[in-house]
């Protein structure tokens, strides 16, 4: 008798733990549920990744050529080293310039002459004291000798030369300076290097318009637009900027050039021209 009791007692314990198991089983299923649907319905947001590369404007590369024939002289800069606009970098030395200096003093003195002649004739001309024969010869001669004189004034201005100074000037030595500031990145001659009017030099790099163009694949292009921000990690900085410019050609790698400007300037001087960099778009 007592162990049927026992045996009702424990059935009824046993259905009991059930029933709490299969409610705790069900509270814990539809709370999953809900989550799922919670996550379902919340906004996905998600950074556009890309990779870039550190660049400059093409104006701000300026290569240096020699224009004349000669040798470098005093050459006085190194790769990496910061000029100033105007600042002379080398000196081309050659015997050509003596030549050419004085073909310029005799043009000029010709050209003189012959504008003084040219004016005086005219006020004879005006007043029918000289033929048309006459003035017309003395009028040829004037415009041949100042075609022949700003021609050479020309060309030494190509050069280099400040025409003025080239007059007077004793030394057979062209100076050459950079026509920007900024850093020295390549120098292709040494001191006694012969040079011809298409050597190239140097060339100098200007980083006041540094910026990052970035490749962005061309499915999340529409996603894109001007100003938007974007950051990369440089080494422990953290660089922010936005987007300046989106091109409107996709490229052969099925990706769409971003040119993108940083929001510190104290940031460009910690990149170099060249340098590969991962970026994220926010969105």
Same mark, same amino acid.
């Given at each position: 008798?007592?162990?049927?009791?026992?045996?009702?007692?424990?059935?009824?314990?046993?259905?009991?733990?059930?029933?709490?198991?299969?409610?705790?089983?069900?509270?814990?299923?539809?709370?999953?549920?809900?989550?799922?649907?919670?996550?379902?319905?919340?906004?996905?947001?998600?950074?556009?990744?890309?990779?870039?590369?550190?660049?400059?404007?093409?104006?701000?590369?300026?290569?240096?050529?020699?224009?004349?024939?000669?040798?470098?002289?005093?050459?006085?800069?190194?790769?990496?080293?910061?000029?100033? $606009?105007?600042?002379?970098?080398?000196? =081309?030395?050659?015997?050509? #310039?003596?030549?050419?200096? @004085? *073909? !310029?003093?005799? %043009? &000029?003195?010709?050209?003189?002459?012959?504008?003084?002649?040219?004016?005086?004739?005219? $006020?004879?001309?005006?007043?029918?004291? =000289?033929?048309?024969?006459? #003035?017309?010869?003395?009028? @040829? *001669? !004037?415009?041949? %000798? &100042?075609?022949?004189?700003?021609?050479?004034?020309?060309?030494?201005?190509?050069?280099?030369?400040?025409?003025?100074?080239?007059?007077?000037?004793?030394?057979?030595?062209?100076?050459?300076?950079?026509?920007?500031?900024?850093?020295?990145?390549?120098?292709?001659?040494?001191?006694?290097?012969?040079?011809?009017?298409?050597?190239?030099?140097?060339?100098?790099?200007?980083?006041?318009?540094?910026?990052?163009?970035?490749?962005?694949?061309?499915?999340?292009?529409?996603?894109?637009?001007?100003?938007?921000?974007?950051?990369?990690?440089?080494?422990?900085?953290?660089?922010?900027?936005?987007?300046?410019?989106?091109?409107?050609?996709?490229?052969?790698?099925?990706?769409?050039?971003?040119?993108?400007?940083?929001?510190?300037?104290?940031?460009?001087?910690?990149?170099?021209?060249?340098?590969?960099?991962?970026?994220?778009?926010?969105?």
């Amino acid at each position: 008798m007592k162990n049927r009791i026992y045996i009702a007692l424990t059935c009824t314990i046993l259905m009991a733990c059930g029933d709490k198991i299969e409610e705790n089983t069900a509270e814990e299923t539809q709370k999953n549920v809900e989550t799922e649907q919670a996550k379902e319905s919340a906004p996905i947001t998600q950074n556009i990744e890309c990779f870039g590369v550190i660049d400059v404007p093409p104006f701000s590369v300026l290569e240096i050529f020699a224009k004349t024939n000669g040798y470098i002289t005093d050459l006085s800069v190194l790769e990496g080293q910061h000029v100033k $606009k105007g600042e002379v970098i080398a000196e =081309i030395e050659s015997p050509e #310039f003596a030549h050419l200096q @004085k *073909e !310029y003093k005799t %043009a &000029k003195a010709n050209y003189d002459w012959q504008k003084l002649n040219f004016e005086r004739n005219q $006020k004879l001309y005006d007043s029918k004291t =000289i033929s048309d024969k006459d #003035f017309q010869f003395i009028e @040829k *001669e !004037y415009l041949v %000798a &100042k075609s022949t004189f700003m021609g050479l004034k020309e060309e030494i201005r190509a050069i280099g030369f400040d025409d003025e100074q080239f007059l007077s000037a004793t030394s057979s030595r062209l100076s050459i300076r950079s026509k920007t500031h900024g850093t020295v990145v390549k120098i292709n001659v040494k001191n006694g290097t012969k040079v011809t009017p298409d050597t190239h030099l140097f060339t100098v790099l200007d980083k006041s318009h540094l910026h990052v163009e970035m490749k962005v694949s061309a499915s999340n292009i529409s996603k894109i637009a001007l100003d938007q921000p974007f950051f990369m990690i440089n080494s422990n900085d953290t660089i922010k900027g936005t987007v300046h410019l989106i091109n409107d050609m996709i490229e052969s790698d099925n990706t769409v050039k971003v040119h993108g400007h940083f929001s510190n300037p104290a940031d460009e001087e910690k990149l170099i021209v060249g340098q590969k960099v991962f970026v994220q778009l926010l969105p």
